[in-house]
């Protein structure tokens, strides 16, 4: 059985440059402290974490829209969930993510939540304060 995770997170910096911390290589391997390879291109591939977790881009539209089909190192064999990042600007001038991850396996939804929230958005509050 697998369930769907969707978080909601306000930053005070523009899509753009939410939108390049998780699609280029260099800015999310500095973000996760983390060795990452990522695509630029739909039908590429990707790996976060030291290749914990692993895929291939589905869909990118800068500062708008992310979509990976995405699956970590101890997911059950052949199991790969969808990752959708939606970026809407605020009126600040701030970025509204959405994050939906389709297809969890239901044993490991607490972790990954929590993994999207330490690994990720927590982490890129504190680099748009300290950059």
Known sequence: M?????QKVKFKANP????????????ISALTGKPA???KNIGGNF???SGKVSGII????PSERIVQAWRREDFPEGI????????KETADGGTNLV???????????DDVEENWRQNFWE???LSIKTG
């Open 16 to 27: 753009f440059a939410i939108y390049q911390l998780l699609a280029d290589t260099k800015k």
């Open 37 to 39: 390879n990522i695509s």
């Open 2 to 6: 697998c369930k769907t995770i969707k």
């Open 123 to 125: 982490k890129i509050k």
């Open 80 to 87: 790969f969930s969808m990752v959708t990042v939606t970026l």
């Open 58 to 61: 589905v869909d990118l539209k």
């Open 99 to 109: 994050l939906t991850h389709r297809g969890v396996p239901k044993e490991l939804i």
């Open 47 to 49: 790996s976060l974490m």
